[in-house]
């Protein structure tokens, strides 16, 4: 069973540094591309990007460039979403999911929440 | 940027009626363009993929028809457990894959 377990609610201050994960399963970790998907009331679902963990070339939305990284740890199957420096318009909820060239996100890991507050 | 438009933006029908979703894009997608299903508290579910092809295990009542800039996804006989958003996804053109801004299915 394909599975994308991805870490905790997070409350954080703004100006602090963040990384969340996603840990794939059932599959083979290195065929399909990780995206990054951002909901919020106010903007619905925004695409953040992709990475391909088969040469670990990473995708961003202009949106987003340059406010977030991608990452992998490929011994454990995991993709990170990291922050340096976090905004309080940051908060939200991230979505990792799997994709590839055939197919669109078919499998989403359960979302993190992230709080950033003073 | 790529920008989909979803109509209605709700959709309010009974269970066993048939229902009916548009997707618009602002200039063609081919046939790139997927279809969501989101529930409270859930992660989106994919249902249609490329227009026309349901994803693994999604029921027959679904089916997605369209290509370049108008999409249609119809469920031909709603069900209790298909009140929710749903919403439309192109990737033909990107980056940026673009979402529309969802149309909420509710009970009338």
């Known amino acids: 069973e394909v599975q994308l377990v991805q870490s905790g609610a997070e409350v954080k201050k703004p100006g602090e540094s963040l990384r969340i994960s996603c840990k794939a399963s059932?599959?083979?970790?290195?065929?399909?591309?990780i995206s990054w998907v951002r909901q919020t009331p106010g903007k619905g679902l925004e695409w953040m990007g992709r990475i391909d963990p088969s040469d670990t070339y990473s995708n961003y939305n202009p949106s987003f460039q340059g406010h977030i990284t991608f990452s992998l740890d490929k011994s454990i199957t995991t993709a990170y979403l990291n922050w340096s420096t976090l905004k309080a318009s940051d908060t939200a909820v991230y979505y990792c999911a799997r994709e590839s060239f055939q197919t669109p996100m078919d499998n989403w890991g359960q979302g993190t929440r992230v709080t950033v507050s003073s | 940027e790529i920008v989909l438009t979803q109509s209605p933006a709700t959709l309010s029908l009974s269970p066993g009626e048939r229902a009916t979703l548009s997707c618009r894009a602002s200039?063609?997608?081919?046939?790139?363009l997927a279809w969501y299903q989101q529930k409270p508290g859930q992660a989106p579910r994919l249902l249609i993929y490329?227009?026309?092809n349901r994803a693994t295990g999604i029921p027959v009542r679904f089916s997605g028809s369209g290509s370049g800039t108008d999409f249609t996804l119809t469920i031909s006989s709603l069900e209790p457990e298909d009140f929710a958003v749903y919403y439309c996804l192109q990737r033909s053109v990107w980056p940026p894959i673009t979402f529309g801004q969802g149309t909420r299915l509710e009970i009338k």
């Open positions: 059932g599959y083979n970790f290195m065929n399909y591309w």
């Open positions: 200039q063609s997608v081919n046939k790139y």
């Open positions: 490329d227009a026309s």
